[in-house]
């Protein structure tokens, strides 16, 4: 299955177009993010890959802002155990998800790899990656299922909070203050990696 999704994001004044394709070998995404926060403006390609599991394999993100490009590469084998550019990354061992604080894609990620029960909520380490201040960090956060379209998120250091609504694909649809979706529908493109092959 293959859907193409259109994002605004509120405080970043943002849009984004992201292609999520799922197979029997687990999903692929590739986005493009472009917009505006602060004085700056910014563009983001993006590319992440899980196992059918929805355990993160690979993530690779390119950004262009503040007249600076950034490039990362992560690579995981799906327990928790990480390589940065290629080099072990013992920091982030136990991390089990990205988090890109400029989409909400990364969001779907733990919420389909948990699969939550209403009522039962859990708490995840993840490599939370702020592209436009260039930092990469991991995080504490913790996910409760409210009901099967419905989830209470909350940075566990921060004491932030929020309850986000899904799709039946765990796809968000309302971030509040954040992101809202503009659009979303079941397409038939042939992938060609937005940043290249690996």
């Given amino acids: 299955m293959q859907t193409n999704i259109m994002w605004t994001g509120l405080e970043y004044d943002s849009m984004e177009n992201c292609l999520v394709d799922t197979t029997e070998k687990g999903t692929e995404i ?12 910014f563009k983001v390609e993006y590319r992440i890959r899980t196992n059918p599991r929805w355990e993160t394999l690979f993530v690779e993100a390119r950004s262009q802002h503040s007249d600076q490009f950034q490039y ?50 859990q708490e995840i380490q993840v490599v939370y990656l702020d592209l ?15 009901s099967k379209t419905s989830y ?16 039946e694909l765990g796809l968000v649809v309302d971030y509040p203050r954040l992101f809202v979706r503009k659009a979303s529908l079941n397409s ?8 290249g092959k690996n």
């Fill in 72 to 121: 990362l590469r992560l690579e995981s084998d799906g327990q928790g155990n990480w390589q940065s550019q290629g080099k072990p990354a013992p920091q982030f061992n136990g991390c089990m998800d990205i988090d890109i604080s400029i989409t909400p894609l990364t969001n779907t990620l733990p919420i389909n790899r948990l699969k939550l029960f209403p009522g039962t909520s």
């Fill in 30 to 41: 590739n986005s493009v993010i472009v917009g505006t926060y602060g004085s700056r403006i």
């Fill in 132 to 146: 436009l201040e260039q930092q990469m960090v991991p995080a504490r956060q913790k996910y409760s299922c409210l």
């Fill in 152 to 167: 209470q998120y909350e940075n566990v250091p921060n004491d932030f909070e929020a309850v986000i609504t899904v799709d």
């Fill in 188 to 195: 038939n493109y042939l992938v060609n990696n937005i940043i």
